[in-house]
């Protein structure tokens, strides 16, 4: 049957017409099979503000390309798709939105502001989703969810009353991470540190009159006796409320319990011994802020210290900060602070410090430490849980590097501050009767006589007193509290007891393997595991596997301010999808960042047309010849037949191997190698051989080969490159009349190869190996002395090995050809041609007369002169790695880059004058 083949291959349309297909066929839907055993992964959900990023692309191809191997492995895959609210990142959008339309949240309203939300969802938040199709992704689209549609909201709510009515969940007052830009709480892992230089200034703390001298006290000529306090945060220190020091620092020990004039306002704070003091830091002496500092807090509760509070949630100063401060916002006021003491003489040293600056990790906005009353969920038992089923082995990260700092984080896991003071997101399930008490403040009840009622839906009048003017919490929960249900709550969870056992979720939870990013461990990979074990009794997934960042060519973050960012639509409109999924892919080594490139898609597009070029050789021949399929049908072959199914057999496994434990980055390049080195490079021009010739068993068995190897190429690759896979398989199909009439041809439902233990064997690679290093040799030499390309040489080869010379001497055909060689004589001591140049490839001595294939003596010429450039640049790397000044100063990558050219300067000088000895 004659098919013709494109040229060239053309990614755009060959990916709409397969991702059409694919879909109009229901490949990627996934029911419940009651024999047939499920894989499943839940996407972790981009947040609905999201547009495809680097990060994105990597993340959901690994995640496709798990499912489609484990597809053709013959299970019953599912991929649930969806996304998530987004809480303070998604409000931080629509409220920019707002601004330059010249209104605000505040001006709108609660009410209409949430339907405002709602509204940009339905307009903008499946646009991810739209963009993961062009990725190529097997997503079961029937299925998608939001954090916040009537499913997951139930779940949510249900989770909450659950947690409230067992005593998890309780409500208090505690310093708490504070944005003052979102104005709202944040959790420990809500908070990105960042190491910045800032200063630590020293300033006098001026002892009360009735208070003791300690050995360290300075003499004020103004303010008589003074202890030295350092401090980060100078504003902070207008709410002190003491200063601390070691119980074990003699230094300090007579002024403990005794009083301290806290500079610039009229009060006397106590000094107090604390076990937290650090005494090597600083003085030893330390301000005690308990209510914008969370080591002060702590202190504070054990020294029973009152609060001052003087930042207020804008970041502002109160007026317990004084008349001179108050409204001041913090960084102003540490200004006015520092000038203050100053001028009354109480600054003494400002020094360089780094130390850790905490920010929040949507806005980047600096967080301040702040009492606030929020909502806790208590976790001591659950961390003990999630830790123990790693530490048996139920829960497996991928690499294992990463389980030890997800124990240490649980290990030291304080409350989780489940409260967020936005609009968009779930709002607490809690609800106050006002019908006699007011309310104050920022929409939040603040009075009631009745106890808060936490409940499923709004009640209609109060337990208590059946008044019926009811208020819900205003709070919203924190956005991972609802993605941490996630791996449940898309199967419809919680379910009644009579739905459960024919129901989704018994039959794909736990779900099989969560594939992330490092950035989210705490936040949600561990908050998963705690609510699986809560909810469901079981993890959440077996397998976890953590990929590295996408960074740029310098290992820099993509970030648009740094204008590195590289567009993931932009490089599939330019080289394609498949192109953009395996650069990716080879580049992602298992939990280490990864470096892109423009080169790395360049090199991926090359692939691809090396893939389509091969594929259409194969083809070409398939039409012209008579073919049977299975190599069994063509025994007994050949020895580079024999070669390549050993090498065959070896990449499956290989890649099996590697896919199994997640390495497929690994997979990717064992795959690449072979085809491009082996199958091509190699295989292809030994089978023109047998193709050029007359023989039709030849022929036949040639093309049987090519068929059978790229088959099982084209399966392998099909999970990382399924597009040009998929457009391949269906030309050798319809070519090999495989297909019957009713069938469905895709790749996507063929097996995934299994190494059969046949005749092949290390023999036959070990054979092959010996030839293909001759005929490099060879082109080594040509390359080398600069042989034209069309000339035909001679050889002579010494071979001892009668095993050796009887596979040279049954394989001069391959050498021939793959050499450009006329005549070979082979023997055992043969003299060595005048004028020849030599090599050994083990043990077998080579020679190659080159008179009259090139001008001797112009070449010895060439030679000296390239010999006399190469002297002259070992001497300047030597000099260079002889100055000091260069090897300290110099970046290590250039020390490193001139040792390198040192070596390969001098071994490309023994190189050319062994060549100038051949000629002579």
């Known amino acids: 049957m004659a098919v013709e083949i494109s040229k060239v291959y053309e990614p755009r349309s060959v990916e709409e017409k397969w991702y059409e297909f694919w879909l109009k066929n229901k490949l990627f839907s996934c029911k419940v099979e009651k024999g047939k055993k499920p894989f499943t992964i839940v996407i972790p959900p981009p947040n609905v503000t999201g547009s495809l990023h680097m990060g994105h692309a990597l993340n959901n191809t690994l995640q496709d390309i798990i499912i489609r191997y484990q597809k053709m492995r013959g299970f019953n895959t599912l991929w649930v798709p969806g996304t998530d609210h987004g809480g303070i990142a998604t409000q931080n959008v629509v ?3 707002l601004l ?10 609660r009410e209409k502001f949430v339907e405002r939300m709602w509204q940009w969802r339905r ?21 998608t969810r939001f954090t916040m549609d009537e499913v997951c909201s139930r779940a949510v709510v249900f989770a909450f009353v659950n947690l409230y009515n067992r005593g998890l969940i309780y409500r208090g007052k505690r310093l708490v991470n504070w944005c003052p830009h979102c104005q709202t709480a944040l959790s420990d892992i809500e908070v990105e540190h960042e190491e910045e230089i800032g200063k630590l200034w020293h300033i006098k703390y001026p002892l009360a009159e009735n208070g003791k001298q300690p050995k360290s006290a300075k003499k004020s000529k103004k303010s008589g006796e003074y202890v030295i306090v350092a401090t980060t945060r100078p504003e902070t220190m207008l709410g002190d409320t003491a200063v601390a020091v070691h ?24 000094v107090v011994a604390d076990e937290a003091v650090d005494p090597t830091f600083g003085t030893g002496a330390v301000k005690v802020t308990p209510a914008h500092d969370p ?90 849980k999630a830790m123990q089923v790693v530490e048996e082995g139920k829960v497996k990260f991928y690499p294992e590097s990463w389980k030890k700092p997800y124990l240490l984080w649980l290990e030291n896991l304080r409350d989780w501050c489940i409260s967020r003071q936005i609009w968009w997101g779930h709002r607490i399930p809690v609800y106050y009767c006002v019908s006699k008490s007011s309310k104050s403040g920022k929409d939040k009840p603040i009075k009631s006589n009745c106890p808060p009622i936490v409940a499923h839906e709004m009640p209609k009048k109060c337990p208590k007193c059946k008044g019926t003017n009811i208020v819900q919490d205003p709070d919203v929960l924190d956005t991972w509290f609802s993605s941490a249900l996630w791996p449940f709550s898309v199967f419809g969870w919680p379910k009644k007891e009579e739905e459960f ?28 595991i705690q609510m699986g074990l809560e909810f469901m009794g079981d993890v959440p997934y077996s397998d976890v596997f953590i990929h590295g960042m996408v960074r740029d060519k310098f290992g820099k973050k993509m970030s648009k301010s740094l204008g590195n960012v590289i567009d993931p639509l932009e490089v599939m409109g330019k080289y394609g999808a498949d192109a953009l999924r395996f650069s990716l892919t080879q580049s992602a080594a298992p939990g280490r960042d990864m470096q892109l490139a423009e080169d790395s898609f360049v090199g991926a597009r090359n692939f691809t047309n090396k893939l389509w070029n091969a594929s259409r050789f194969v083809f070409m021949h398939l039409q012209n010849v008579t073919w049977q399929p299975g190599f069994m049908a063509v025994w007994p072959l050949d020895l580079c037949d024999m070669w390549i199914l050993a090498e065959y057999r070896l990449l499956v496994n290989k890649v099996t191997d590697a896919m199994n434990k997640y390495n497929i980055d690994e997979a990717a390049r064992l795959i690449y190698d072979f085809f491009w080195s082996k199958y091509c490079d190699w295989y292809i021009e030994l089978a023109k051989i047998r193709l050029m010739g007359s023989n039709e068993r030849n022929k036949k ?8 190897i790229l088959s099982g190429v084209l399966r392998l690759l099909h999970p990382i490159m399924p597009f040009i896979t ?47 290093n001759i005929i490099i040799s060879v082109r080594t030499i040509r390359s080398e002395m600069r042989v034209p390309p069309g000339k035909k040489i001679n050889m002579v080869m010494n071979i001892i090995s009668p095993r050796q010379m009887k596979i040279v001497a049954d394989h001069l055909d391959y050498i021939k050809a793959l050499a450009g060689v006329e005549n070979i004589l082979t023997g055992q001591r043969l003299k060595r041609p005048a004028q020849s140049a030599v090599s050994v490839v083990s043990e077998i001595e080579i020679f190659v007369p080159l008179a009259g294939l090139i001008d001797i003596e112009k070449e010895k010429q060439r030679l000296v002169k390239e010999i006399q450039s190469t002297e002259v640049e070992v001497e300047r790397c030597n000099k260079n790695l002889s100055n000091q000044s260069f090897v300290q100063k110099a970046p290590k990558k250039e020390v490193e880059r001139m040792k390198n050219r040192l070596i390969e300067a001098k071994v490309k000088k023994e190189r050319l004058q062994e060549s100038v000895k051949s000629l002579e």
Request: aromatic share 6%.
């Open 295 to 384: 080591v002060d807090f702590d202190i504070a509760a054990r020294q029973k210290l009152p609060h001052i509070v003087v930042i207020d949630y804008q970041g502002k100063m109160t007026p317990k900060a004084g008349d001179s401060y108050a409204g001041l916002d913090r960084y102003e006021a540490r200004k006015k602070v520092l000038h203050d003491l100053e001028t009354q003489g109480l600054l003494l040293e400002t020094a360089d410090h780094p130390h850790s600056i905490g920010h929040c990790y949507r806005c980047n906005s600096v967080i301040e430490p702040l009492v606030s009353e929020q909502w806790f969920l208590k976790v001591e038992e659950m961390s003990r």
């Open 701 to 708: 068995t040639a093309v049987s080969m090519l068929i059978e």
């Open 95 to 97: 409220e920019k939105l």
């Open 247 to 270: 119980p074990d620092d003699k230094r300090y020990k007579k002024i403990i319990g005794g009083k301290i004039r806290l500079p610039l306002t009229d009060r006397e704070i106590p």
């Open 123 to 143: 307009e903008s938040g499946d646009t991810i989703l739209n963009q993961l199709k062009k990725l190529g992704c097997s997503l079961d689209w029937d299925r």
């Open 501 to 528: 056992s024919s129901s989704d979720l018994e039959y794909f939870y736990p779900t099989n393997v969560l594939v992330t990013g490092h950035e989210i461990l705490y936040l949600w990979v561990a908050r998963m």
């Open 726 to 772: 998929e457009e391949i398989w269906s030309i050798l199909i319809e070519l090999t009349g495989l297909k019957s009439p009713d069938q469905l041809v895709t790749i996507m439902t063929s097996s995934w190869p299994v190494a059969e233990k046949e005749k092949a064997s290390s023999k036959d690679v070990e054979d092959m190996n010996l030839l293909q």
């Open 100 to 109: 330059s339309q010249g209104t605000n949240r505040q001006d709108m309203g």
